[in-house]
């Protein structure tokens, strides 16, 4: 018997944006939650059931260790698993896309995804199943060719989606992909450090006639909720809330 | 010392590589002045020259239309 009681949800990407928000979401619904990011973030590790991670989840080794670290919280398994982390680098015309830039954002976003997957899916069945949920983009679609290193990382990992979907059914684990459309952070709005008001999110909504903005607490609620799947839920599922067509 | 309306005319005539022709009354969505992301730095920039947080009430659609809307709902009213 582990020394954690409350169900436990590992989040990748905490330091901010949809990650922290994920994060608090899960600490408002009574888990533990272990965040893992490269920054850490001081303000979460102040909240009771919050184990915060600093790690670089490119490196498997990495991931291990700040798993290893956060062992008592995660004596008894883990009941979800949020792979958010990710980076989009610059827009730029497909026909200078530098593969090396391609190739970095596969390795940030992908294999930080694969590395945790591979790491927390012995801790899914541990506890008698569970979730992965992805966040995932609507820009998979490959309808912006200027982001089309990102789009592409994104759609390799709807691929992953589906085949973790699959893998692990045996062992009461779904796998899920939330596209949330647009989401002020700071990954999407350079020059942010801080939280977009919801008073300056409706203003946008308002004037702007664009496919409808969020705040990343209002995109939590909506990935948390299907993290919460059964494990006869649905699974190899993409959950669409941008405008754009699948 | 210039006026903060005059300070963010510049700021904002520093987000595009060719020169824009924004008069007190031209609409900054409608114009394409300022995108959905720059309107957030925008507020953010207004906030600056403010000199403090806006007044949630304040940032509406409407009163950050225009630099005339601006100036009356921002920096005449403080």
Known sequence: MGVNTSPVAVVSGTSSGIGAAVATEFLRRKYTVIGLSRRGNPALAKENGYVDCVADLRDDEAVRAALASAADAAADGVKAVVLNAGASPDPVDLVKVEWPVAAETYETNVRTALNLIQTTAPLLKQSGGGSMTFVGASLANGYKPERWAYAASKAAMTTLMRACSVEFADDGVVANEVRPGPVATAMTMAGLDGEVSDQIIRAINAGFGTDWLKSPRTVAEWIVAIAEFPSNGPTGQVFNYSRKVL | ?78
């Open chain 2, 1 to 78: 010392m210039e006026s903060k309306i005059v300070s963010l005319r510049k700021w904002l005539d520093g987000l595009h590589e060719a020169p824009l022709d924004i008069q007190d009354d031209t609409d900054l969505i409608q114009s394409g002045a300022v995108t959905s992301l720059q309107f957030v730095q925008m507020v953010i920039e207004i906030e600056r020259l403010h000199g403090q947080k806006l007044d949630p009430g304040v940032i509406t659609i409407e009163s950050m239309r225009t630099l005339k809307a601006i100036e009356t709902a921002v920096f005449q009213a403080a």
